[in-house]
Every structure is written in structure tokens, then in C-alpha cells.
């Protein structure tokens, strides 16, 4: 059983910092293709960044040049470091490990989730 444990969550006011974490039972070395996920209430699954198995990411525009993604295959552990962070980064945040689409912010190319860490930016 595959299984994805984030952490790193909770709250921060705005312009701070976090990271998250993301512990998981597969050998992210092979893996296709790892991302974070978010969703606000009452709004839709938005993809935040993937990277992939030759560690090509990509991100969400409303995150470039704030979020980055990586990887530590030795700890089989995703992380994004969080910088700068406004309210509308409010969330919960989804880690996602898959083996279809094409690793650039698709929901529908993964095959497992993580239960999510909430986030919350004051202002």
C-alpha cells in the first residue's frame, strides 16, 4: 500500500516562510512524476508544482519565484519550500505521486495521494 504523509503545515503571517514535507512509501528515484496540490474552500483542486523523474518541475504561475519543489530520493521525501507567502496561499496542501499525463501540474496523472496539511496565511 502506497502511502504519502505530508507535514510541515500551520500558520504563518503574511510575507513568512514554511516548508513541506512529504514522506513516502515509494522510491521516489522511479517515481514519474511528484506534486503538491492545493484547495481552498469552496475552490477547485489547483495544481501548485510538479517535478518529475529527471527533476524537470513546473509551477503554477501565482507561485513562481516563491514555491520550490524538490526532491531528496535518498529520504524518499517531496519537499516545497514555501517563501513569501500571502493569504491567498490559504489551503490545504496535497502531496501526489503518479505514473500518467505529462508531470506539469495534472491532477488526473496520479495515482496516489497524501491526506493534506492545512495552511494558513494571516494578514
Known amino acids: 500500500q502506497v502511502r504519502l504523509v505530508e507535514s510541515g503545515g500551520g500558520s504563518v503571517q503574511t510575507g513568512g516562510s514554511l516548508r513541506l514535507s512529504c514522506a513516502a512509501s515509494i522510491n521516489t528515484y522511479s517515481t514519474y512524476c511528484m506534486g503538491w496540490f492545493r484547495q481552498a474552500p469552496g475552490k477547485e483542486r489547483e495544481g501548485v508544482a510538479t517535478i518529475d523523474l529527471t527533476s524537470r518541475t513546473t509551477y503554477a504561475d501565482s507561485v513562481k519565484g516563491r514555491f520550490t519543489i524538490s526532491k531528496d530520493n535518498a529520504k524518499n521525501t517531496l519537499y516545497l519550500q514555501m517563501n513569501s507567502l500571502k493569504p491567498e496561499d490559504t489551503a490545504m496542501y496535497y502531496c501526489?505521486?503518479?505514473?500518467?499525463?505529462?508531470?506539469?501540474?495534472?491532477?488526473?496523472?496520479?495515482?496516489?495521494w497524501g491526506k493534506g496539511t492545512q495552511i494558513t496565511i494571516s494578514s
Open positions: 501526489a505521486a503518479g505514473y500518467g499525463g505529462t508531470c506539469q501540474l495534472g491532477a488526473t496523472g496520479m495515482n496516489y
